[in-house]
């Protein structure tokens, strides 16, 4: 792993080249998010045409400053980007990301090629060219150059996302943040001219802030590194891949685009099982097996149990469950029996275990208590319909804590309007994960279980 | 097709047996939901208990009303429900709901048998047991025993739903109110003792209030019946179905839960084909095909122009055309020799069309109008990421005029956080559906183009 990436997101110094006084501008954003963001290091505008940018005294180049500078912003149209980049090699800067455009990806390659031997001839690590950047909630490190009224930054958490595609990265981030979702780094890195998506999980497979990592691409630099390094961390780490260019028309929008050669659809995901690389197939996806592994504990095994106070949202549940390849517990007769005793006769205590529309809180407080301890459930889907009138908003408060004390994975699933989305933000908010809809409940029931098989925190077959 | 259900919808006159004044009863909230909701016609509570409800006079029994009664709603438990059912019979009553359970659902099915015969005998036409009822906002019909503050109801509009589960019906309207998405009639028709989901969809083939038709059920009560009605409607009017107990695991929890029994899956998906059924396979699936066919004109072919300004989305949507077996267009020589005139030269005028992130709203305007006059183009995929510094909000002006001028279908695709939100949402309330992601609208885009084939709008093969 090149040492270097750290410096991309704990650098004790910056440097912005093509840092401007005009606000349109890339350098000007750019600047200004390194202040806004609370970067607490050495920040150096560098413009050989201006005097002083947000009251910081510019210098014409990154070798006229006298401290060691650690990373490097480039922000300047292409050719004089790669001269830039040079005198960062000169002046020993370890890590630059290059933001600007106008390489490979519009048949630019010689001028690539060029960011690619510096970086080599220098030892500099280079993010880019053509990308957002890095976003680092915790240091404070944001290239992000669209403005933050209209793309949102996600606070600090434990979801690290790279991608290929900045408009992707784009989104990405301002969704997150709309959702509460929480990140720990978020790298566009583009036409990876030098660093690239291996070297980038690797760093991240190290890195403890970062509990999960994302990462969309259309193409592979180098595959081989890919899988040598993926299959080392995807045993401890999930690694949630996005492949875009899964057809052929797919693979020609990338030519068009990053202008990456994109392989078979059907190799990449061989290598992606055989690296033990969980797979989304779209973006929905991602983010859903996002936020169940970066939240929840892997299960024993792919026994489910499902409460459920609404026959039909069972019945879905159940097709999703199987449609996934998990299968549908069987509880001990006797904690059934003991169960049997506190409930209403017509309440179904098979799997769905079918609490009825009137149910209240506390039939649900002995159901879940009763799939908690028996050792044949291993993972529990509960579905909570709230616009039942008998149940009120403590709910809430009993699935929080039953979410937070248990060792065994629980999917809550609540579906509607006003006043159910107000509760289920309040779950969100006490860090527990909503589902709307049964199917995509049971898409992460699987990928979690899939995790811990890769990871063999479960025995394939247990039971 | 039974002239009654017309009485379920439309009644002159609505008797509601089990009228309580206990605001926790069923009865009670039924009753006072027509009230709130402006029910035109003569309402009469029955409650052999009681004086007067809510400062209307009850009566003992509907054969102590005067008055011809159109329709009759029964909120009282299953042995006195169905000797309440004959008395609606004897009163000469043609369409009478069962909101009441203690049915088929929990093996008592002699009890059940006997709503079948009386109907019958009467020529009464009966929606349930065991159900939400009926909603029709036009008209102020309005069973569902469920508080508005827990669940919203959806406004008028031209999306019917029809669902054997009440949980999924409940949801249904909750959500549909909540995303804005307008309804024409509503029925939750439970165990379809006698009404069945074949009637309903007859009727609703007739209804003009209604453009779409949904259906959730897990079993079919007349399979031959349900295959002729819909093979007549859904050359013209959309059925799309969501068909519970895909499963073995899902057919068995249906069993404990509706009582119905239901076949094979495959069984079911042939049948739909044939009958020209348009086919969901989730919940969220059959909000978004409602939503587009409700909205969209059909496509004259399958010949898809994706116009971006987001490489990375731009590749995805290119996916999602293929994998849902729709082409990429090849646009007319001429008319992009002309684009090329007003373009940046960076700008890529291939499929997708890539504005790039620097783009404005005179650039998609363009772009929008070469796709709507080349003739090589039947649907326009448009993604907008609107969170790029240069395009402002009249972007929404420019595509709702398009939008509503065009007669090709337009799927709009934006995504993110806050800023995002707030345009889309008024693209929404123009009237404007949108999509948050590619895979979403390519699925959207092959439904418009299945029902163009199955009401003979698009030959097939045409190019």
Not at 2 to 25: H, T
Not at 35 to 62: C, M, Q, W
Not at 286 to 291: Q, Y
């Amino acid at each position: 792993m090149k040492k270097a990436i750290d410096n991309f997101f704990n650098p004790k110094s910056v440097a912005v080249i093509g840092a401007s006084r005009n606000p349109q501008k890339i350098g000007y954003i750019v600047f200004r998010n390194f202040l806004d963001a609370g970067f607490k290091g050495r920040i150096y505008p560098v413009n050989p045409n201006a005097e002083e940018i947000l009251g910081h005294k510019t210098y014409p180049s990154v070798l006229d400053i006298k401290d060691q500078i650690d990373l490097a912003v480039i922000a300047v149209p292409a050719p004089i980007a790669v001269q830039a980049l040079e005198e960062c090699g000169k002046k020993g800067i370890k890590a630059v990301t290059i933001l600007s455009g106008g390489f490979k990806e519009v048949g630019e390659k010689a001028l690539e090629d060029r960011v690619t031997e510096i970086a080599k001839k220098y030892g500099v690590g280079v993010v880019g060219p053509n990308c957002l950047g890095i976003f680092d909630p915790s240091t404070g490190v944001d290239m992000i150059f669209l403005p933050r009224y209209r793309l949102e930054r996600p606070k600090q958490g434990n979801i690290a996302f790279i991608t290929q595609s900045g408009a992707i990265g784009s989104v990405v981030l301002d969704w997150m943040a709309r959702k509460g979702y929480k990140i720990s780094k978020f790298v566009s890195y583009g036409n990876a001219a030098d660093v690239d998506e291996a070297d980038l999980i690797e760093y991240l497979g190290k890195d403890r802030k970062t509990k999960v990592i994302c990462a969309y691409f259309e193409g592979l630099r180098e595959a081989k590194k890919f899988m040598e390094v993926t299959k080392k961390i995807s045993g401890k780490k999930p690694v949630i891949v996005l492949k875009g260019g899964k057809t052929e028309a797919g693979r020609q929008a990338i030519s068009s685009h990053t202008g990456s050669m994109a392989g078979s659809y059907e190799v990449y995901k061989a290598a992606f099982k055989q690296a033990g690389v969980l797979h989304a197939t779209d973006l929905e996806e991602i983010f859903s097996f996002a936020r169940t592994l970066s939240t929840m504990p892997i299960p024993h095994g792919n026994r489910v149990q499902i409460i459920t106070d609404g026959g039909g949202f069972g019945v879905l549940l159940s097709d999703g469950v199987i449609e996934n390849g998990l299968t549908l517990s069987k509880m001990d007769d006797k904690i059934i029996g003991e169960l049997r005793k506190s409930m209403p006769t017509y309440v179904v205590l098979k799997n769905p275990m079918d609490l009825t529309g009137d149910t209240n809180m506390e039939r649900y407080r002995l159901a879940i208590d009763a799939a908690m301890q028996d050792p044949n459930v291993d993972i529990i889907g509960l579905i909570a319909l709230l616009q039942v009138p008998r149940l009120e908003a403590d709910i809430i408060e009993v699935i929080t804590n039953v979410f937070k004390s248990s060792k065994k994975p629980i999917f809550v699933i609540a579906a509607g309007g006003e006043y159910t989305e107000v509760l289920k933000k309040a779950l969100e908010d006490f860090g527990v994960p909503t589902f709307s809809y049964p199917e995509d409940a049971a898409k992460c029931m699987r990928i979690l279980y899939e995790f811990g098989l890769d990871a063999k925190k479960i025995k394939k077959g247990n039971k």
